[in-house]
């Protein structure tokens, strides 16, 4: 489902044209196989494929008594087709059936399914329903529900004449667009972008914004880098291999904005206390 939430759907498409084995039926990986499915048709505009995907994947887990959302909102993913299919009162519906269920529902499960109620809802119930999504995101630390969820936000308040709100929330969902290099949502705030207004250039995020976009992954080889490890150092303490070192690399300098390590911050800040102190106990050995 990563490289559909990127737009790298000649990808997803070669990972799902990979044979698999008829015993994966009969296993965890089926549900979840068939909600990636489902998705990249649901991205690509074949509809009804996806929601026989999600519906499918929704029979399994009755099937094995593990219907949960938590495990996999089939529910969820059937409401976006529906919704596209112009069926909001069947989306919603299914939404409400997922929030009711039995059971423990987290904050990103919570969260992205308001973001879809919302989207099934009157117009006046949105900006609430919107809300109180992000704030369920915010609090997991889902990047991309959160962009998707303040990009809904963002358009409702235009709607609703807040042109000021607007512009806030569409920025803040650049950023977390950006921040999880999802290309297809970056596309479509930028068109939102040009009507509510506001520069995209001008907005483009400081260092402390760059450095705020690293996963953890990348943090850890950016301290490391920023310190002149070679990238064989680097891989020796992280127990990576060298070209994994070098596609982190890659994605700091492009997140970053910078060419090379040389123009990495000194004194790079770490994200946890204690990688910090162990990184600076060594590089003081």
């Given amino acids: 489902m990563a490289t ?6 000649g990808a997803a498409a070669t990972a799902l044209k990979q044979a698999v084995p008829k015993s994966m039926a009969q296993t965890w990986f089926a549900p979840q196989y ?21 519906e499918s994947c929704g029979a399994l887990m009755t ?32 939404i409400t059936e997922q929030l009711r269920i039995g059971g423990s529902i987290g904050p990103r499960t919570k969260g992205a399914s308001l973001r879809v109620l919302a989207e099934a809802a009157e117009p006046a119930q949105r900006p609430h329903l919107l809300a109180e999504a992000a ?7 889902d990047r991309f529900e959160l ?14 004449g807040d042109s000021a709100k607007a512009r806030e929330v569409i920025q803040q969902a650049v950023q977390a667009a950006r921040s999880c290099e999802a290309a297809p949502l970056q596309q479509r705030l930028a068109a939102v972008q040009a009507t509510v207004g506001g520069d ?36 020796r303490k992280l127990s990576i291999t060298e070209s994994t070192v070098e596609q982190h690399l890659t994605r700091i ?6 060419d090379s390590r040389t123009q990495l911050p000194e004194g790079l800040p770490f994200r946890r206390t204690a990688w910090a102190a162990e990184v600076r106990r060594d590089h003081a050995g």
């Fill in 63 to 94: 099937k094995w008594h593990i219907d949960q959302p938590a495990l996999a909102p089939w529910r969820r993913d059937a409401a976006l087709v529906h919704l596209r299919l112009g069926k909001p009162e069947a989306a919603r519906e299914l």
């Fill in 253 to 258: 300098y492009r997140k970053l904005k910078i």
């Fill in 200 to 235: 995209t250039a001008a907005d483009e995020p400081d260092e402390n914004e760059g450095l705020a976009a690293l996963s953890d992954a990348e943090w850890r080889v950016a301290s490391l880098a920023s310190l002149r490890h070679t990238n064989r150092a680097i891989s």
């Fill in 135 to 141: 704030e369920q995101l915010r609090s997991c630390g």
């Fill in 4 to 9: 559909t939430a990127m737009g790298e759907f």
């Fill in 147 to 160: 962009a998707l969820t303040l990009a809904d936000l963002g358009e409702v308040c235009h709607r609703l």
């Fill in 34 to 54: 068939l909600r990636a499915r489902g998705h990249y048709l649901l991205a690509t505009n074949h509809l009804t494929a996806a929601l026989n995907d999600f």
